[in-house]
């Protein structure tokens, strides 16, 4: 029996199956040094979106700021022009009342 625990046969076996063993260790090293640098990059890409979100956000708040501040200077425009509006209409009834007491004083004349 021992004989046949060391036949060539056996150490054959024996050693292919060790250098399998040794080159199936080596591929797996390789596929995790593989996978920890495409973790790497993907956190980096990750962490590069976030920069890029942030930023966007940002850019956002501060064009809504913007156009908040602008739309209040044309709202407060605009109560200004009604102001300025609604005297120009009494100038107006006023110009009208001139100009109706001028067509009476035309004809008292004539």
């Known amino acids: 029996m021992s004989e046949e625990l060391n036949s060539p046969t056996e150490i054959a076996l024996y050693q292919s199956l060790q250098s399998k063993s040794i ?3 080596h591929q797996l ?6 996978i920890q640098l495409q973790v790497k990059e993907m956190s980096q890409a ?3 979106a976030g920069k890029a979100y942030n930023l966007s956000v940002k850019n956002l708040a501060d064009e809504i700021d913007a156009s908040t501040k602008q ?6 425009h605009c109560d200004e022009l009604d102001k300025d509006l609604s005297q120009l209409l009494e100038l107006s009834r006023q ?3 001139v100009d109706k007491s001028l067509d009476q004083l035309a004809k008292a004349l004539i």
């Open 23 to 25: 080159e199936l260790s």
């Open 29 to 34: 090293a390789d596929h995790v040094v593989s």
């Open 46 to 48: 990750t962490a590069e």
């Open 71 to 76: 739309s209040i200077e044309l709202i407060t």
């Open 95 to 97: 110009i009208k009342i």
